[in-house]
């Protein structure tokens, strides 16, 4: 009897939680976030902010679990500062206190988490900052506490190690360049970039501390545009340049300054399929748009606290830091200090330009 009366119960239980889950559905707000504000027509849209596991919607059968067995507690971001997705529903996020990469998987609604191991013969023994990919989905990775790149696969098992010592004193951002065959690693300690080949060869750098076009002051962040440009964000000249991929100078804009073409603090930048650059701004905690010939488009994005206001507030932001944007524009922004990402949508349509 004591069975069968477990079983009705544990079967009340499972329909009461599919009921629930059924009304939450059907709750779900519509309402958009769009930038610019109506009657302007829309160029960026709010998609969703991820905080930690919990962020993904449960299925009936998870909330059953947790109402049968409990729940546990699902690991939050601690101090999350880079940011890249594989274009295929896998996000990458590094995270420098939790001392590893958290590794959101869109599709299958989970997140796993590599963390920092001890053998650096077989794991990724580093505190890991910046990320990059290559086309065949490789990750690598820089960081503290060894002077390799680390070169991952997309189940996080170390593929190979690659030096850069005696070349770069501080690494900061990286970009693999798989066209090309090239690494370039930013050192915001010498101010300059460094190239490599994918085996890790030396093959020259460029810039060198200064003021001057093609001159940088602990340059940090790194990308590259759909005509094969580098972008930097010389992060303490508050301006953004850009190089060909043998590290000419070509141009650059920006200064320091609260205004709207103006920077404060560059912590991120990253190109649309329309080459728009985009820059997180961490001390003005904005995104920043600009052409590929730097002429200012729009901004997003204020300053907000969730954990003070415990309100979702799209596309508040307090401490904006890495930003990456895949094939179909879709936009990844680290929130630090809200201890999470936000995705935004370019509507390409609609297309930010002037």
């Known amino acids: 009897m004591k069975l069968k009366s477990m079983k009705r119960l544990l079967i009340l239980l499972f329909m009461t939680v599919l009921l629930g889950g059924c009304a939450t559905e059907v709750a779900t707000s519509s309402r958009r976030y769009v930038w610019p504000r109506p009657p302007d ?5 709010w ?3 991820y905080y930690s596991a919990e962020s993904f919607p449960k299925s009936s059968f998870s909330q059953f679990m947790e109402v049968v067995f409990g729940s546990s507690e699902a690991q939050p971001f601690e101090r999350p500062i880079d940011i890249k997705s594989n274009d295929k529903g896998l996000v990458f996020i590094t995270d420098t206190i939790a001392d590893g990469i958290f590794v959101y998987d869109m599709n299958n609604l989970h997140v796993t988490f590599w963390r920092k191991g001890t053998d650096p013969e077989k794991s990724m023994a580093i505190t ?7 086309a065949s989905e490789n990750i690598y990775a820089v960081g503290l506490g060894s002077r ?8 996080g098992t170390l593929i190979k190690r690659i030096s850069y010592d005696a070349k770069v004193k501080t690494p900061a951002g990286i970009l693999v360049d798989s066209a090309s065959g090239r690494i370039y690693l930013v050192d915001t300690g010498d101010s300059k970039v460094a ?4 085996s890790g060869n030396f093959l020259f750098d460029f810039g060198k501390p200064g003021e001057k076009a093609g001159e940088f002051n602990r340059p940090s962040p790194i990308c590259m545009n759909g005509k094969g440009e580098i ?3 010389d992060t303490m000249n508050a301006r953004v340049q850009i190089f060909d991929k043998n590290g000419k100078f070509l141009r650059k804009f920006g200064e320091r300054g609260d205004g709207d073409a103006n920077f404060q603090i560059l912590k991120g930048v990253a190109t649309d399929s329309d080459n728009n650059i985009y820059v997180t701004d961490g001390k ?9 010939q730097g002429q200012f488009l729009m901004r997003l994005g204020s300053a907000y606290s969730v954990t003070s206001n415990l309100k979702e507030a799209p596309g508040g932001l307090l401490l904006p830091q890495g930003i990456h944007i895949d094939s179909s524009d879709n936009i990844y922004v680290v929130d630090q200090a809200n201890l999470r990402f936000q995705i935004f949508k370019y509507l390409k349509n609609e297309a930010v330009k002037k």
């Open 128 to 134: 890991p900052y910046f990320l990059s990919m290559d």
């Open 47 to 49: 998609l969703k902010s």
């Open 195 to 198: 190239v490599f080949d994918l």
């Open 231 to 233: 972008i930097i964000g």
């Open 148 to 155: 390799f790149i680390y070169v991952l696969d997309r189940n």
């Open 41 to 45: 027509q829309p160029k960026i849209e």
């Open 284 to 292: 003005a905690n904005q995104i920043k748009i600009f052409n590929d």
